[in-house]
């Protein structure tokens, strides 16, 4: 494996949603990650339908029963000699397993201990089963996505689980991880979906202090109000996506469009911004996505297709970005951020490793390794290997 961080040593505890992603990122960037599966082996799915969870990809795999007496040891075993843990359960659950971070520093007091929920270890919700849409609600940004006749319209899970649950969580971790080199001692790293979906939402809290930014949607610049920003149907029923947002950007716009100097000259006046838009929508009624495209595309005035999943892997500029790649014949997209010298690989999802030679590998001895076998706390299960992967299609 390549990537800036080979050589870092994670444990995931076993979960869904932004943990997976986050231990995913990790591993696409080097990590050695070690995911601790918390059912026995055959309960688990067959193979060939698990390695179609993309996002569990590049891991080292085991299956544990964390029901059993002694399950906890296993884990502290394997954090003797690791640099993080990532675990996603609701508060106090860690705790009840007898794995709180201060059980895991008497074991390696270096050890970053990521933890990742949606309303965060403590408040008045922290308790409480949510999901993304929750957490993304609370913060403010999910009352300004989606249409100003209906009601907010969830944008899908990407912008709570994945960018304010697993990238902030992922960039908590290597911050924490950097400080550890200078003091020597580990920490918690409490990372909240609705803090980071609030983090995330900076820009347009700056905006509304600023008189810039309303709270009606489809009113401001950046929700669809502007008719310069935003998606429109096409001939054949395919939208297209437009933001020229810049004056000379906009300019363009009109002229390759051939639309009417005069009725869209006034860019910035808001109260025409409704007009001009239904004027607009007519214009690109008239052609298909494709002509959009050709005549379009490659200028400046800001375009793209929108593509749905099928498609967006057949676009030139992610071929030749090497944007997806081809892993067990499923299509994924490849490790991000790119490197120039060590770039991220993506791996394959792998069955469970046999949990005894995995231990061994790790310097536990054969003694421990036998005693926890006998205790019945592991499961394994053998099955095909696969090649990590870097390039395009």
């Known amino acids: 494996m390549a990537g800036p961080l080979v050589g870092l040593r994670v444990i995931e505890m076993g979960g869904i949603g932004p943990g997976p992603f986050c231990a995913m990122m990790l591993a696409d960037m080097g990590a050695e990650v070690i995911r601790i599966e918390r059912r026995l082996a055959q309960e688990s799915t067959a193979f060939d339908d698990m390695k179609r ?41 860690m705790e009840r397993l007898g794995l709180s ?5 008497q074991r390696n007091p270096r050890l970053v201990y990521g933890r990742m929920t949606g309303w965060g270890q403590e408040g008045p919700l922290s308790t409480c089963a949510g999901h993304d849409l929750n957490y993304i609600a609370l913060s403010g940004a999910l009352h300004a ?6 009601p907010p ?21 290597v911050c924490a991880l950097l400080e550890t080199r200078t003091s020597g001692k580990g920490q918690v790293v409490d990372a909240a979906i609705c803090d980071g979906a609030a983090s995330l939402s900076t820009m347009y809290y700056g905006m509304l ?5 309303t709270t009606s949607r489809e009113e401001n610049l950046l929700d669809g109000g502007a008719h310069f920003y935003g998606c429109y149907a096409c001939a054949d029923g395919k939208y297209i996506s437009i933001a020229p947002i810049e004056p000379q950007f906009y300019q363009q716009l009109i002229e390759l469009c051939q639309l009417d100097p005069v009725l869209f000259k006034a860019q910035w006046a808001k109260q025409r911004w409704a007009e001009l838009r239904q004027a607009m929508a007519e214009v690109f009624a008239t052609r298909s996505r494709d002509e959009w495209v050709q005549l379009l595309e ?20 992610n071929i030749a970005r090497g944007t997806f790649v081809e892993i067990d014949g499923v299509l994924q997209p490849a490790p991000a951020p790119r490197f120039s010298r060590t770039p991220g690989v993506a791996g394959c999802v792998a069955p469970h490793d046999d949990t005894a030679g995995l231990l061994a590998n790790l310097g536990v001895s054969p003694e ?17 290997s696969c090649e990590a992967q870097s390039g395009g299609r």
């Open 53 to 93: 969870n993309v996002v569990d990809r590049g891991r080292k795999s085991i299956a544990l029963d964390m029901k059993q007496q002694g399950a906890a040891e296993v884990v502290l075993a394997l954090i003797e000699n690791a640099d993080a843990l990532i675990e996603g359960f609701r508060p106090g659950v």
């Open 101 to 105: 971070p201060e059980q895991c520093w």
């Open 145 to 150: 996505m989606g249409s100003a006749d209906r």
């Open 153 to 173: 319209m969830p944008p899908l899970h990407l912008v709570g689980d994945m960018g304010g649950g697993a990238m902030m969580l992922a960039f908590g971790l």
């Open 209 to 213: 202090a600023q008189g810039q930014w």
């Open 298 to 317: 490659g200028t400046d005035v800001c375009f793209a297709p929108v593509l749905d999943f099928h498609e967006a892997p057949l676009h030139p500029h």
């Open 368 to 384: 421990r390794i036998s005693q926890w076998a006998q205790d019945g706390l592991f499961g394994s299960r053998q099955g095909a």
